[in-house]
């Protein structure tokens, strides 16, 4: 190779990395062709891709040991004729009149002659992270608990709404695989579930209301804790007629005691509920623990509480989650590091 072209590296990662070449070699027209990138190790030179002198391409990548021969600073001869050039290895940037690793930080990984967040991560100044609600689950950003990406965040459909670890029906609604759905004769008031008139939840459904019983009059006799209202035995408010008396509905931990029940844990499992993170108690359940680990759920921060359960550690790590910031936590968690690193760097001041 001439002298001249002993060393004409190519300066920029604008010039070397520009758009997709599918099978390393893309042919372009004589006259101003759009620009050219490369994968697997190709270079652009003149508007086609080229392998390094001394490898071949074999459909996805350029195989063989590059020739440095006609180069110097580590560079290698990419091209032909009087169009060849010295260039810098894939993974290696030119620094002057040599070629250097390309050093990535943050999280970033290299690729071509520029550092890239994989996995849909953006940069955020400092380091490759999720946006939009999405996590990292050791190869890609993903959306959680049922939510889908839009394009630019996480969303929750169907009617279902986020409640901090998951997308759920509210206001009694359930999920028939495809939306929230009022059950048992109910319907939706903009707000809740309801049943007609004259009608009261029983537990499963929309049903009759009790009717007094005895024989008329001031003698009407009302049982399981209701009392009679105009011919009509009705139930104390905040209370409603199951089948067979009136039960209060759990309010606090609600949402809780009734992935407890559903999951068939007999009622005294369900107090477990009561003054824990619903959200982690509810993790905790989709990762086949048992109410007796919601204890560990006590005065955490819900996204990190989730976060670490996601990464699958178990309740034993949940007390890192206390007095910390819950996206600095998801931050830490998704650098592979291990819960333990939470309190430090996260620590609420």
């Known amino acids: 190779m001439p002298a001249r072209a002993a060393l004409r590296l190519l300066a920029t990662a604008a010039t070397l990395l520009l758009a997709a070449c599918g099978h390393g070699r893309v042919a372009s027209g004589p006259a101003a062709p759009a620009p050219v990138s490369c994968t697997g190790g190709g270079r652009p030179v003149g508007g086609t891709c080229y392998c390094p002198l001394g490898t071949v391409w074999n459909g996805q990548s350029c195989q063989g040991t590059p020739d440095p021969t006609g180069c110097a600073g580590g560079a290698y001869l990419f091209g032909d004729g009087d169009q060849a050039v010295c260039s810098c290895l894939a993974g290696e940037i030119a620094n002057g009149d040599h070629c250097e690793p390309l050093q990535c930080t943050g999280g970033a990984l290299p690729g071509g002659d520029q550092c890239y967040c994989p996995g849909g991560s953006t940069w955020s100044g400092t380091e490759c992270v999720c946006t939009g609600g999405a996590t990292w689950d050791g190869a890609q950003c993903m959306c959680q608990g049922g939510a889908t990406w839009d394009g630019a965040q996480c969303m ?46 029983d537990g499963a459904q929309c049903s009759a209301e009790q009717p007094a019983q005895g024989g008329g009059g001031h003698h009407e ?30 309010a606090a931990g609600s ?5 407890v029940a559903d999951k068939g844990y ?17 993790a905790l359940l989709d990762h086949d623990y048992s109410p007796r680990a919601f204890a560990s759920c006590q005065g955490v921060d819900t996204r990190c509480a989730v976060a670490v359960l ?3 550690y178990g309740p034993d790590a949940l007390h890192y989650c206390q007095g910390v910031d819950g996206a ?11 819960p333990s690193a939470i309190p430090q760097s996260c620590r609420l001041r």
């Open 221 to 250: 006799r009302c049982s399981g804790g209701a009392y009679r209202d105009h011919g009509r035995c009705v139930c104390p408010a905040g209370s409603a007629w199951d089948g067979a008396a009136c039960a209060q509905p759990p």
């Open 328 to 338: 600095c936590a998801e931050l830490v968690l998704q650098k592979n590091y291990a």
């Open 310 to 312: 996601t990464h699958n």
């Open 266 to 282: 007999a009622p005294s499992e369900w107090a477990a509920c009561d003054g824990v993170d619903e959200a982690c108690a509810l």
């Open 156 to 201: 929750c459909h169907g009617g279902s709404s986020w409640d901090g670890s998951q997308c759920a029906c509210t206001g009694g609604a359930a999920w028939d695989g495809n939306q929230c759905m009022c059950q048992g004769g109910s319907t939706w008031d903009g707000a809740q579930c309801v049943c007609p008139a004259t009608t009261a939840w």
């Open 255 to 259: 949402r809780c005691r009734q992935a």
